[in-house]
């Protein structure tokens, strides 16, 4: 048996099966006709169209492969395969995958490599692929399996164009692989040079392409001094006095028992012409295969390995794009060296471009890892050795934000030539091939504050992954940095849609902030609708946070996409992504608030789709009225102009965080950044103050608010207090400096600036709910009325939502309900059973009355979710929802059944959607009653038909009329029932 599924990545690949509409194939399916139908002739082509977010919908077959064996085998159409995807085997032939698919009208079918399914199946045991994507003998089998699938008219999505699928290949092709560089600070004897210097050599990776043997090529060492100032973790190494050692050094091997590494120690003496330089950083360089994709051979090979397809006859329909990162190792946190992540990509040509955007300097990157060296002080005799130590240029405040900027200008060269260059190489293909080719899925393989660490010790992680408390230990965001994967706005320009996995492992999202991340991403990609996974919970815990994924529409189930035109929730509030907060501090992640009431979107992506229009940021057609910096220090050109352009046009800008010294060209921005804020001076030096323990108390225009304790002494959480000028208004205070100032501008437009880091969290994670975020913006006027769809999510028991189209949606929250659960993909429904019962769930009831949402007042009863949408007279032009009979909207009584169904919903269907003579309705309905559906005026005939096994396409048709602009018919067994249209006549 194959899998059909609207699109499949890894982790959720099973889990969302059935909120995808998955069906598996066989003889009840294709058999179903409608009882009782009459006579007239059924349409025999789609009475709809699938375009842009709709393609979602249309079925795909899958095929995941754990080994070669299983790529070979499929050559053979008849040979059986086991290709389950959990402890039931599942054999089954080329042959019948394809006779499935052909019947259940799908086009495409996904044939990929994933080694996360090889704990179901015997696969590479731990060896490396020898049939990579990138090598002839792969393209052979591919050719020859092609064959057997176009003879049902199928074509193939295949994991092609990723950075981990390109490695043999490329490295026999072009005698270039990837250079990774590992580094280790120690301690140098500044008399003798004498140094010994231990770390853990990598000897394999594993991710979801399998494993990777790394080769070590060579080993440099650099010695330096450095020097503390006052007494911050900021140490100066100055770039002029790193000096490479070349007395030849001794190599010791320590064999473990684990085969993916060793223990290295690297000993050396002499070099005492370097001067007595005390410290040293050994560098461990590899050789790891995959491309250099700085290379000016890195494109021609990605298009010619296309055209090598194209040649052999392959029918590519999708490129499957399920984690698109460089060569990385799965593991989280169990290749540190003294708790750094301490791998960078360097190659030569990546060092040669750096160098050629940022000064011939850097032709030679190598030493610059200096400043990449973050706590490695173990081998210091004091207190210092517990410090998150950095290197830094100099001595000032500025030296300090340009050791950031380094950083920050490597995490961008890199990602943006990856992506670019995959983005390059998509287009290409789309050009041959003569098609889109959709590749829908996620960047990343880890996701931040999912796999960040709190050091609970026997505790459970989920419930304390709310917010930076001071057992927070570690963020794999630099993990993701390092591996061109931690910008999912960049990689927009390669998916389709995109998503992400947030709530994942167990991990409930209950701030909502994977949900607004999706919807984020999805709102500004070429086919506008991202989701938001969900895996590693009891089943009635994954229904809710579905629910959530339909209220903000996230790859929403059919029946509220309808509703929604298949669109994204809108929001006033645009929030900066903090993109230079791991380039600060790499201990810290992608966030500093999960907050659920807002979009985000990169400084650069701002720039790039952004307009001011009418006091607003117009991104892509959404607009926002109020633009929230969460931190950056380091903005792209062009930011500040922006800004100051936006709030003359009257639009409210409020910034949080470090005050910007320079921007990425390394202009100072300081001066234009306080003119525009009203700040005279700073009263803080290299870095911001600790407060920890300390309470904000708000003032003027914020008077009133909650008082918010600061929780730590992370970066995060610093404190910025400044002089303000006297144009603005002091709003925030700590212990009497002022950290918090107003001032008004143009066209009611303001500025606002808060030196702290606003914390909000719904989930209550702390035993108590902190709101500053939402009481902040509220009080700004950035939601508008108390019937604010955000105001109400955070003032009712209900989340609320808005869309492009006018629909509304009401969903039960879930924010409260603290995870207690393992977080594994496949569940022990017993032991979820028994969970449950000594954690229930909150009710899922909807209970409305008199519910003012939108310039509307709604009044349900139902269950979960309910969404609609009224026309310009007030008429229930869509709707959805579960266990109900009616709404009443604006005092309007809409009666639609004669009793509570367990689901119904319709919609009409778009104009882009139609067909000559198709459907002008899509309805759902599941129970039994007498349906009364409103429609358009001028619609007086129309046939109801069932929808058939082929997307699109209907079964047979089922009585019902159409009385004064309603269709009315009957539900239930052997009557309407399941997925219908109501097609023209």
Known sequence: MSILTRHLSRRCFFERLSELGVVVTGAALLGQRAIGQSAREVPDGPVVLFPGPWQFQLPKGGIILVSDQQLDDLTDPDKKVDLSLGSTPNRTTLREICEQQQAAGARTVILAFDEFWSQYRPGQGGKPRQLTPDTEAYIQRIAKISETMKRYGLGLELSLLSPLEIGPGYVNQTGESGRWVQFREGWRDPNTGKFTVSLWEHLRWTNN??????????????????????????????????????????VEVSETNNARYRRLTVRGSGDIEVGPKDRVMVLVIYSVPEMDYFSPFAFPFLEDLVKRYHAAGVPLNGLYADEMHIQQDWGYADHHEEGQFALRYVTPHMAARFAELYGPGYADFDPWLVYFIYGQHGFLPDLQAKLPAQHVLGDKPEDVQQTCLLRRRYYELLHNTVVELFARAKRSAEKLYGHELEARAHATWAQSPTIDFWNVRNQAMPPRQYEYTSDFLWSNTVQQAASACSDYFKWNEFLTGGGNDHAEGGWSDRNYYGLALACSTGSLNSVPNAYAAAWGMPAEVHRRHRALENAFGCSPDPAFAAVFDYQHREVPVLMLYPTSLVSVEERFGSWMVQYGYANYVTP???????????????????????????????????????????????????????????????????????????????????????????????????????????LTDFLVDLAYPVEPETSAEIVARIGGRTIGVVKSAANGGLVMFLGFRPRDDQAASLGYETRTWFAVLRRVGAYGGDDDPSVVSRTSPWLATRFPNGALAVAAHYRRHIESWPGGFHRNEQQDVEILKANPLPPDILDLHGLKLSGHTLDYTGNLIVALRLDEQGRLEAFAGYNCCKVIADGREHVFADQNLPLIAWAPVLADRRVQRGAIMELWVQGDGQIAIPLPNSLERGRLMLAGAKPGHVAGEVPAVIDKAVLRFEAGPGKARGHMYLVQT
Do not use: C
Not at 224 to 244: A, D, K, L, M, Q
Not at 625 to 640: A, H, I, S, Y
């Open 604 to 710: 650069s992506k701002l720039l790039e789709h952004g307009r001011i229009v009418d006091r607003a940021v117009d991104l892509i057609g959404r607009r926002y009225g109020t633009l929230v910096v969460l931190f950056e220090p380091l903005p792209p050109p062009g930011l500040l102009e922006f800004m100051e352009k936006f709030v003359a046009s009257g639009g409210k800008l409020i910034w949080s965080g470090p005050p910007p010294r320079y921007d990425l060209a390394g202009v100072d921005v300081l001066a234009r950044w306080q003119r525009l804020f009203g700040i005279k001076t700073l009263q803080f030096a290299h870095e911001g103050l600790v407060v920890a323990g300390a309470q904000v108390e708000f003032d003027g225009a914020l008077k009133g608010i909650e008082p918010q304790t600061i």
């Open 209 to 250: 392409k399998g494993t990777i043997e790394l080769k070590r090529i060579g080993i440099r060492v650099f010695a330096f001094r450095e020097r503390r100032i006052g007494r911050t973790s900021f140490y100066v190494v100055p770039p002029n006095e790193i000096s490479e050692l070349h007395q030849p050094i001794e």
